[in-house]
């Protein structure tokens, strides 16, 4: 029985970046046995806060990205099945905003410097957030809108592989009760398994009817990965630099 395209055409290209959510140095840090409880904590609040600029148009661009699909010649099914998927993402980030103001909530009664919700979400993006945002536009107008889905591919894979690690961790160290203020995470974790094996089954299917754009889809997956590993390590020194300033 042959290999799945996605094993064979896909994946070659996102092993590299995927070696690096593995074993990067923020992966690293976060999940040592040893972290420092409060910049783990720091972590969370920046991920969270940070996370709506990376999060609140993401139904937009996988509506927009089927829309554009549909126009393709033969990716009218993958544009139908993404028009679908953009329905189960609109307003997520409104989870990410409570989140963050239950975490400083927690964080104030407990440590220093004192945190300011609000602040914290009117924060400037980073380049790498900027960045995010930029490789969903191109890829919605460029020449193969259905590498979309390996965008989704490999962000939603996050929620599967590193994630349930995160988690763990977090109730470890933290205690379970954060959990309570983890609820985007945690719902993630559990509607993204599915959402994964749709991204697989489409990319499969996009993989075998566009072969001459398996490159662009590829390289498209890997970069969107490297961007959000990026934004974790914008988060983790946002982070450092909170515990700088109580030590201070």
Wanted: net charge negative; with cysteine; aromatic share 4%.
């Amino acid at each position: 029985m042959s290999k799945p395209l996605v094993d064979t055409q896909y994946l070659p290209h996102v092993s590299d970046v995927r070696h690096v959510l593995a074993s990067g140095p923020h992966v690293t840090t976060l999940l040592d046995e040893n972290v420092d409880p409060a910049l783990l904590e720091g972590f969370l609040i920046q991920l969270c806060a940070l996370g709506v600029y990376m999060t609140e148009p993401v139904d937009g661009w996988i509506r927009r990205a089927g829309e554009a699909c549909v126009r393709v010649e033969g990716l009218e099914e993958v544009g139908r099945q993404l028009i679908s998927h953009a329905k189960h993402e609109a307003g997520h980030h409104l989870m990410m905003v409570e989140d963050t103001k239950s975490l400083v909530a927690g964080w104030n009664k407990r440590r220093m410097p004192k945190l300011d919700a609000e602040q914290l979400l009117a924060q400037a993006p980073t380049p790498a957030m900027q960045e995010y945002r930029q490789i969903h536009e191109e890829t919605i107008s460029g020449a193969m809108p259905g590498a979309q889905v390996a965008i989704e591919y490999e962000i939603e894979n996050l929620s599967v592989v590193f994630a349930p690690r995160l988690i763990e961790q977090c109730k470890r160290v933290l205690g379970a009760d954060v959990m309570n203020s983890l609820t985007f995470i945690k719902e993630h974790v559990e509607l993204d398994v599915g959402h994964t094996a749709l991204n697989e089954v489409m990319l499969n299917k996009l993989l075998g009817q566009k072969p001459e754009h398996a490159v662009t889809i590829g390289k498209t997956g890997a970069r969107a990965l490297d961007i959000y590993l990026r934004f974790y390590g914008d988060c983790m020194e946002k982070a450092k630099r909170m515990l700088q300033v109580a030590a201070a």
